[in-house]
């Protein structure tokens, strides 16, 4: 018997080791192919401030004009202190996106065994959206490390009595809405935990961990009690979304994102009209409408074991409940906001519940079989996650290609580059934030420059450039580089 259970602890751990590293090299091959918009220019601005003693009370603006928390730009100064680069910082990101999802199977294996530890952590690993957002420099993906760990952090709440890691869940929560002020909807399934496990939780790690977390947030508060708390009004009125909507609209957006973010859904938001297409694109879509099929199936399953074990629930039970509260939790936070409102990013919190979900609901449908319910459950991943990779690896060759999209995703930071090393050569300056960022470090070109290169994105725009300079071409960028300018 001990000698089974080696072997499968050996089989398990082998397996876990192959998806993180599968996990690394979807996230960590071509950087170069990132995205790379203002907002990373403005925030590796703002980290150079920070080290030379510029001391920040809030951090970037969102789009309804309401600064964030600071610490996304303070963990960039890190970044930054480490090593200077947008490169090295995009691979931050990615690399705590492996580690979210190796302290996931962690997490899981202990409390619902391997089979469904490896299911969770392979969809994490190779879901499209779960990779886009592992290699982007942007304050929410640095989310799913929190998340797991508040995860953690509330299992241990519900089944350890008066545990001091009670403390972790006030502090976890506030570095979350400090990463994205979405993770508020974390309140719902935290209240719930803590008033159920009233009687047993330790409620002075409890109060001290609320301490510390304030303490975190003190910085941004004292600037909104400053400012009229303007930044929680904008908040608000960003979060009720931008036009009407019946009641009810937000949640029906939050749970359509949801399952995009498990899926391949979704994915001309990113690529605008054109997109690869071929088999690996169809496969990617269909393995999609499989995992939301099992999310559901784990919802529901879920539901009815809570359900039959009534007023006197088991360990596994009062897990499923957990899990349920968490997801839910996230869509009701939205009921009174439209459908624009909500934004992709916002359901980011969902991981890695949404992903454990769906992999009980496989576990469980193989469970009725009864026998060799394990090869079955891992035979459907490994088919649903070669369907992934295939997606992604097609969409990154895609990419490469065409050197971005004409959707969200934009120009490719390696062309911005390309732009911004031939701008600084000729002592030039780009009227582009992001790419005089890469140029010269500034965010503005200098007032009263009149040496600027002009461009245009090829795939929103194929008119051809007014220029009457130099002509170049980076990937889709056709640039206008003035008469005279020449190599230093």
């Given at each position: ?72 730009v303070y963990i960039v100064a890190v970044v930054v202190w480490v090593r200077d680069g ?205 995992v939301v099929a099992l999310l559901v199936l784990g919802m529901v399953t879920s539901f ?185």
């Amino acid at each position: 018997m001990r000698s089974m259970r080696s072997r499968r602890l050996s089989w398990g751990s082998a397996g876990a080791t192959a998806v993180v590293v599968l996990a690394a090299w979807l996230r960590l091959r071509h950087l170069g192919l990132a995205e790379y918009y203002n907002d990373q220019a403005v925030a590796l601005r703002i980290a150079h401030d920070i080290l030379h003693g510029d001391i920040r009370t809030v951090g970037l603006a969102s789009s309804s004009g309401a600064s964030n928390p600071p610490l996304y730009v303070y963990i960039v100064a890190v970044v930054v202190w480490v090593r200077d680069g947008v490169l090295f910082a995009t691979a931050s990101v990615a690399v705590l996106s492996v580690v979210a999802i190796a302290l996931a199977y962690v997490v899981v294996r202990r409390r619902f065994g391997g089979t469904v530890a490896l299911i969770t952590t392979a969809l994490f690993a190779t879901a499209p959206w779960a990779v886009l957002y592992g290699r982007h420099l942007w304050q929410q993906d640095y989310l799913p490390l929190v998340t797991v760990a508040l995860l953690w952090s509330l299992f241990a709440v519900l089944e350890r009595d008066r545990t001091r890691v009670a403390l972790l869940v006030p502090v976890l929560f506030v570095i979350a809405i400090q990463l994205n002020l979405s993770a508020v909807a974390l309140i719902l399934p935290i209240g719930a935990l803590i008033a159920y496990r009233a009687r047993h939780v330790d409620w002075r790690a409890v109060i001290a961990g609320a301490a510390v977390g304030v303490a975190l947030l003190s910085p941004w508060l004292a600037h909104n009690a400053k400012h009229g708390f303007r930044d929680f009004g904008l908040i608000v009125n960003d979060g009720r979304g931008h036009h009407g909507g019946a009641m009810g609209t937000g949640t029906i957006e939050a749970v359509r994102l949801t399952f995009h973010l498990v899926s391949a859904g979704g994915w001309s938001f990113l690529t605008g009209a054109q997109h690869p297409g071929g088999a690996p694109w169809t496969l990617g879509r269909t393995a999609g409408y499989v995992v939301v099929a099992l999310l559901v199936l784990g919802m529901v399953t879920s539901f009815v074991r809570v359900v039959r074990d009534g007023r006197h629930p088991g360990i596994d039970a009062e897990r499923r409940a957990l899990l349920l509260v968490w997801l839910v939790g996230i869509w009701l936070s939205y009921i009174v906001s439209s459908r624009s409102g909500v934004g992709p990013h916002y359901l980011i919190v969902s991981y890695p519940v949404s992903f454990l979900l769906a992999a009980l609901g496989l576990d469980d449908a193989a469970a009725l079989l009864l026998r060799r319910s394990a090869v079955i459950s891992l035979a459907v991943t490994a088919a649903v996650a070669a369907a992934f990779v295939a997606f992604t690896l097609s969409f990154q060759a895609f990419v490469r290609h065409h050197g971005g999209t004409a959707g969200a995703y934009g120009i490719v930071y390696a062309d911005r580059a390309a732009l911004a090393a031939a701008a600084r050569a000729r002592d030039l300056h780009v009227g582009d934030t992001s790419t005089e960022y890469l140029a010269w470090g500034h965010l503005a070109v200098p007032t009263g420059t009149t040496r600027i290169v002009t461009f245009r994105d090829r795939l929103i725009d194929t008119s051809p450039l007014p220029c009457s300079g130099q002509r170049r071409s980076f990937g889709p960028i056709e640039a206008c580089f003035p008469h005279g300018a020449v190599m230093r």
